[in-house]
């Protein structure tokens, strides 16, 4: 079992930066693959950014070359750093973590980039 929990959500001004931080507990953090998710008003959860056991990252497109997936394993924490931040980017996000798939999920921290 793991248990996820976000902080760092909040409001932005379009073109700011928020860093989203998701601390995990309950077992070995290092041996899981953790996700980035988001999830706009009236639409689907989609993938914005994974980092695997291994330290290999993947982005969605929309999001590459702004923001930066890390993790920390030696205090079980996986970060989500969002700079050039778009309007569009406004969202509930949510840390996840898995081996085979993505199994384990948080609460949720709102984002909203809003002049």
């Known amino acids: 079992q793991v248990q996820l929990v976000e902080s760092g959500g909040g409001l932005a001004q379009p073109g700011g930066s928020l860093r989203l931080s998701c601390a995990a507990s309950g077992s070995i953090f290092s041996i899981y693959a953790m996700g980035w998710f988001r999830q706009a008003h009236e639409k689907q959860r989609v993938m914005v950014a994974t980092i695997s056991s291994d330290g290999s990252t993947n982005y969605a497109g929309s999001v590459k070359g702004r923001f930066t997936i890390s993790r920390d394993n030696a205090k079980n924490t996986v970060y989500l750093q969002m700079s050039s931040l778009k309007p569009e980017d406004t969202a509930v996000y949510y840390c996840?973590?898995?081996?085979?798939?993505?199994?384990?999920w948080g609460q949720g921290t709102q984002v909203t980039v809003s002049s």
């Open positions: 996840s973590a898995g081996r085979n798939s993505y199994a384990y």
